[in-house]
């Protein structure tokens, strides 16, 4: 109480307004000594570091263009006949959906922009956290301490495609109506309980009238209300763990090198989010995105070929595709493999890329605290699963969209499928092996240019006739980022016997682990880094280039 | 799991701060030292007032053209109509307003970003500083404290000693949530036998979707493709789309020496055959019919079926055959059917069977 | 090639032979990739016969029999009546270079007076749909909204919502309808060309397939609308989403790398 009197006696006499307020907010709020840790807070600086920023100014345009549209549509099934003023729909039974969506893009003024703008930013946004997830996962940054905020983005990952998903279902479209019809029949394959689900989830019957309202309000509400809470989570998280930053000189686990929030983040994250926002208007004067009135209002009668998804679930889509129509019928019921395997291998294949961070620090064992990003030909293990993971990804991405490839590449239908089919299983382990081979390359070429210099590409011819390519020794700089690198022994098992002569019993988990941690870490999976002595005979014993 | 079975001396041996950080010097005996951060070098705009100058106004025109982007939006909100399609090379035939309100927008949001970045980058300090990060995990001490008032509170609450209490307080915040879930019961009906009846019933004409009229067998040639409805069910029905979703018919005419399967040829009259449109594997309308080849195809998975032979899956992920409708012809000369499918149409479900 | 050898060690050596690499393997697949450019103008002189028997025994009996009865390498063309013939041959599919599932369509090398004549002769054969006349393919007065429910019903799901093309089973597709002359669409509908069933006026009347032509003329021609903008080969969500991730975001991480550079020192200007 006294020092609250005494401060306002203090700012009563000459502080300036901008002052006063923010000691009346201090008074109740206590944004002083939030601000002390924060105000001039370090962010290093990197291109790669503003992919979240991206994601995060995406979804806030998302949600400000979302809730405009929301005040012109009608998330009804009832059917009515069109008269506004497309002519080529004039007439046609629809939805109410169907129809305020055409008048928000035809007869509501900048409705279509609005529409695009919200329809482009979920595109990027998804794109977005795709590449950001990558460059964490890639550079090791999910490591301890940022395990659950990994699980925090991924988790926003997965919302953000559903969210997408039941946004672009409200139209009631004939291509998204495609794509609901699709969900039924998925839902219908789940073994005991998927009749069940379809009938509550739709009132009854597919299409039925229920489906575009209740989608309406997971879209609006219950999706995004959950992704906003994780998003102040993520951000307090980043906050609090202060950023990763690369290896360099005076970068240190124990630091982190960068400019201040107050000013010049303040200025370029703030600046972002309007070039960000600028951009996706432009892009949205520029191109169409999901012109429904081309499509046709949702008849359960009606299709149309290239019938895909977004991007974000066009891997769904190509397991779907591919998988093989695989179905047992026992005992008067219908196991409906064909696409029951294809919904749990979605979820398998995204829970892996989940719990990695998991699985990794069970197997290096290692409780430590990290802040210095790897450089991916670092970890070559896990870069190469990352790139099978991706190629993976990839490849079910063009069996999704497996007949417009096939059209455009001239290629056969049924050939890309079996090219999907196959390369789903061939294509990672090719992809693995290449990418760790690279890295250990690239490895091999770091330890190099420590021990021998740059090579400068330049022929110098020596008295006695030899040619020698002049290396140039690298700065102190270079030399200490390139060597500023950890690396793990490989675990082992120990001894089979104890000290006595019996028989150690070793779990089979340790077992397991001592095999993974010498596919991390063993002779052949990691160039081991230059060491001082080496360097040391090197220059000292002919030191002439 | 727990990290005694990895021995320390397996992991790397951290870089102390105090063995070589940012104050030491790179020296013999450690030719990879870290030399500390580079020293700050100076941008042009913080040695020459002229190019900072240059800089302002830079940042300046881009947060004026901003405004005018803005004033140019008002305008072209309002004196563009909402209909005008105009020819912009090369974008094509396009909504004139949505491209103006859309450019207008995004350079008046994208010059106030690029002004507030330009600002950043040339006129406020470049310098690098470095901040020292503290352990996340508490001290023991905190550690300490907190597990003993935890097991203070623990404690007087008495709830591990007072068991019935605990159990009682655990069965009813179990037992709560249900109410919420059983409300969720009058979302949709059971399921009962609905998937398995469709509008169709004996003596039903097939109804022509393009004409609404009646098909007669002498409307349809071979080579033709036709989709079918069942009598009385119109576009303005409110079951419409349910009832259209179950009993789509395509029909196809091929010469009965074609027709490989013995039921189909029995069930098709005079080689026209009725198949449900509806896809046996997620239930998209199957409809891409080669003429040649007789092979229908799904333009959603690729599910291929032989129309000559029972409509049995030759490729992609559906699991069984497209149900037929048994067909028949009345007095004047009309397609009828001649009973329900006898399957389930669409996709498979657990009751199948 | 000093030079050269110099700047092999350059930062950006790397990306110029990546560069240089997708060149290879782009140049690579146009030389393999099967072609289906037309070599069509080789026969055209050896065609110059007015008559269309004679027009037929040179360019269609190999295939089609000396009188139209088919023959292992195509079909019987008794009773497919004039309009196949003119949509066959005046859009170029016929004669073939080689039978096949998909004949695709190529320059015409016969003139309208040769079509007619062959299609005289066919229809000599047996009677089948005649040429449209004008007056049954001009989408004007049509109903352009049933045109597309019909087009949604019949057509889409082989050449898409607004007649872009699409895949059929083993390399066959239906061709993209952009640019089609409406007759050909008409005898295409009429007569069931290849692989796509025939709509006869049995079951899409005439005034139904006026619609259709309304509507893909009202969507699918050089003037139709795209109010949002470009229509980015109006097939949907794969070029949507290619588009997305190339220059959506593709745009702001150049934006980002330009936000989060170095600014140029002093000492290197």
Redesign the interface.
């Given at each position: 109480m006294s020092t609250t009197t005494t401060k306002d006696s203090r700012s009563r006499e000459k502080a300036p307004a901008g002052e006063k307020v923010a000691d009346w907010a201090d008074g109740r709020l206590g944004i002083y000594s939030l601000a002390k840790a924060n105000m001039r807070k370090i962010f290093p600086d990197h291109w790669s570091f503003m992919l979240g920023e991206i994601c995060l100014y995406s979804f806030i345009i998302i949600i400000l263009t979302g809730v405009y549209l929301t005040l012109f549509f009608h998330p009804s099934m009832n059917e009515i006949e069109y008269h506004g003023s497309y002519v080529p729909l004039q007439g046609q039974m629809m939805s109410e959906a169907f129809a305020s969506t055409l008048d928000i893009s035809f007869d509501v003024r900048g409705g279509l922009l609005i529409r695009q703008i919200h329809h482009w930013a979920a595109i990027v946004f998804l794109a977005g956290m795709f590449v950001h997830m990558m460059r964490v996962f890639f550079t090791g940054a999910f490591r301890k301490p940022r395990e659950i905020n990994w699980l925090f983005g991924f988790l926003l990952f997965v919302l953000g495609m559903f969210t997408g998903f039941t946004g672009y279902s409200l139209p009631d479209d004939l291509l998204s109506g495609t794509g609901v019809r699709f969900t039924q029949g998925a839902i219908l394959a789940t073994p005991i309980v998927g009749t069940y689900i379809s009938m509550f989830l739709f009132g009854g019957e597919f299409p039925g009238g229920d489906f575009v309202s209740r989608f309406y309000s997971i879209h609006i509400l219950l999706l995004p209300g959950i992704m906003l809470g994780l998003v102040v989570g993520h951000l307090i998280l980043v906050f609090y763990h202060k950023h990763t930053q690369f290896a360099g000189p005076g970068k240190t686990n124990k630091n982190v090198v960068g400019m201040p929030l107050l000013p010049v983040y303040m200025a370029k994250a703030g600046g972002f989010f309007f070039l960000v926002f600028g951009f996706i208007a432009m892009l949205s004067a520029v191109a169409s995105i999901n012109p429904i009135w081309v499509l046709g209002p949702y008849r359960p009668d009606q299709v149309s070929t290239g019938a895909q998804p977004d991007w974000y679930m066009g891997f769904a889509e190509g397991l779907i595709r591919a998988m093989p129509g695989w179905e047992i019928n026992l005992w008067g019921h219908t196991l409906v493999l064909g696409v029951f395997i294809p919904l749990v291998l979605f979820g398998l294949f995204l829970g892996v890329i989940a719990l990695y961070p998991f699985i990794e620090s069970w197997i290096t064992g290692d409780k430590r605290e990290h802040h210095i990003l790897d450089r991916p030909r670092n970890a070559p293990t896990r870069t190469g699963f990352g790139v099978a993971w991706v190629t993976a990804y990839m490849i079910m991405l063009i069996g999704g969209g497996n007949d417009i490839v096939a059209t455009h590449f001239h290629l056969s239908i049924n050939s890309v499928t079996w090219f999907v089919r196959i390369g789903f299983f061939v294509g990672p382990v090719v992809a693995f092996i290449v990418t760790k081979r690279i890295c250990l390359g690239l490895q091999r070429r770091d330890a190099d240019k420590v021990l021998h210099g740059r090579e400068s590409g330049i022929i110098k011819r020596l008295p006695h006739g030899e040619f020698i390519e002049v290396h140039e020794p690298l700065s102190q700089e270079a030399l200490h980022t390139l060597t500023a690198h950890e690396q793990y022994k490989p675990a082992e098992i120990g001894p089979a016997v104890d000290e006595n002569g019996v028989e150690r019993k070793v779990k089979g988990s340790q077992k397991l682990r001592a095999k993974l941690s010498n596919a991390y870490f063993g002779e052949d999976n990691q160039i081991p880094k230059p060491t001082a002595e080496e360097y040391k005979e090197i220059t000292s014993g002919h030191g002439h280039h | 799991?727990s990290?005694q079975?990895?021995?320390e001396?397996?992991?790397?041996?951290?870089?102390a701060?105090d063995e070589h950080?940012?104050v030491s010097v790179?020296d013999?005996?450690?030719?990879?030292?870290?030399?500390?951060?580079?020293p700050h070098?100076?941008?042009?705009?913080?040695?020459?007032e002229r190019a900072a100058k240059r800089s302002e106004r830079a940042v300046a025109f881009l947060f004026t053209m901003s405004m005018l982007a803005t004033v140019g939006f008002i305008a072209a909100?309002v004196a563009i109509p909402?209909?005008e399609?105009v020819?912009i090379w090369?974008?094509?035939?396009?909504?004139g307003?949505?491209?103006?309100?859309?450019?207008t927008?995004?350079?008046?949001?994208?010059?106030?970003?690029?002004?507030?970045?330009h600002?950043?980058?040339?006129l406020?300090?470049?310098?690098?500083?470095?901040?020292?990060?503290h352990?996340?995990e508490a001290s023991p001490e905190d550690r300490a404290k907190v597990h003993a008032d935890f097991k203070q509170g623990a404690k007087e609450s008495a709830l591990g000693r007072r068991k019935l209490i605990r159990n009682t307080m655990l069965g009813a915040l179990t037992l709560v949530p249900l109410s919420g879930i059983v409300l969720?019961?009058d979302?949709?009906?059971?399921?009962e036998d609905?998937?398995r009846h469709t509008l169709w019933r004996r003596g039903k004409l097939l109804v022509?979707?393009?004409?609404d009229e009646p098909?007669?067998a002498?409307?349809?040639?071979v080579?033709?493709?036709?989709?079918a409805?069942p009598e009385g069910l119109e576009?303005?029905d409110h079951e419409?789309?349910?009832e259209?979703?179950?009993a789509?018919l395509m029909i196809?005419r091929l010469e009965p020496k074609d027709i490989k399967d013995k039921r189909e040829l029995e069930w098709s009259h005079e080689g026209i055959v009725a198949y449900s449109?509806?896809c046996t594997?997620?239930?998209?309308?199957?409809?891409?019919?080669?003429?040649?080849?007789h092979?229908v195809?799904c333009?959603?998975?690729?599910?291929?079926f032989d129309l000559s032979d029972g409509a049995r899956?030759i490729?992609?992920?559906?699991?069984?055959a497209l149900p037929q409708l048994r067909i028949g012809v009345n007095d004047e000369g009309y397609l009828e059917a001649l009973g329900d499918f006898d399957e389930p149409v669409?996709?498979?479900?657990?009751?199948?069977? | 090639m000093k030079k050269l050898s110099a700047r092999r060690r350059h930062p950006l050596a790397a990306l110029v032979v990546l560069l240089l690499a997708l060149a290879c393997t782009g140049g690579l697949y146009t030389v393999f990739a099967p072609t289906d450019e037309a070599q069509a103008g080789t026969t055209a002189q050896s065609l110059a016969i007015d008559e269309g028997k004679k027009l037929y025994a040179v360019g269609c009996a190999s295939c089609h029999g000396t009188g139209g009865q088919g023959t292992t390498d195509g079909p019987s063309l008794v009773g497919v009546g004039a309009a196949a013939v003119d949509f066959q041959v005046a859009t170029g599919r016929m004669p073939a270079q080689q039978p096949g599932a998909q004949v695709p369509k190529k320059k015409n090398i016969y003139s309208q007076a040769d079509i007619d004549q062959l299609a005289a002769y066919i229809a000599s054969l047996g009677a089948g749909p005649s040429v449209p006349t004008e007056e049954q393919y001009n989408p004007e007065g049509a109903d352009i909204a049933k045109g597309g429910e019909l087009f949604r019903n019949n057509c889409s799901q082989c050449h898409n919502f607004t007649g872009k093309g699409g895949a059929l089973t083993n390399g066959k597709y239906a061709p993209t309808l952009e640019d089609v002359d409406p007759k050909h669409i008409y005898e295409a509908m009429q007569t069931g060309p290849q692989n796509m069933p025939s709509f006869p006026d049995t079951t899409l009347t005439e005034k139904n397939k006026k619609d259709i032509i309304a509507y893909l003329d009202a969507v699918n021609s050089d003037d139709s609308e795209s109010p949002g903008g470009l229509e980015l080969g109006g097939l949907g969500p794969v070029s949507e989403g290619l588009f997305g991730w190339i220059f959506g975001l593709g745009g702001l991480i150049a934006v980002a790398v330009w936000v989060a550079a170095r600014t140029a020192k002093a000492k290197k200007s």
């Open positions: - | 799991m990290s079975d990895i021995p001396e397996n992991l790397p041996a951290e870089r701060a950080g940012a790179a013999e005996k450690h030719p990879f030292a870290d030399p500390g951060l580079p070098e100076h941008r042009i705009q913080d040695i020459d909100f909402v209909d399609i020819y090369p974008l094509g035939h396009i909504s307003l949505n491209f103006a309100l859309g450019m927008l995004g350079l008046a949001l994208f010059c106030i970003g690029a002004g507030a970045v600002w950043a980058r040339t406020m300090s470049d310098e690098e500083i470095a901040d020292e990060r352990a996340i969720l019961r979302l949709g009906p059971l399921p609905k998937l022509n979707m393009n004409t098909l007669r002498s409307d349809v040639t080579g033709s493709l036709t989709f409805k576009e303005h419409f789309q349910n259209i979703a179950k789509a196809v449109k509806i594997h997620v239930g998209c309308p199957i409809s891409l019919y080669e003429q040649q080849t092979h195809l333009p959603c998975h690729q599910s291929t899956v490729f992609g992920p559906a699991g069984h669409g996709p498979s479900f657990w009751e199948r069977g | -």
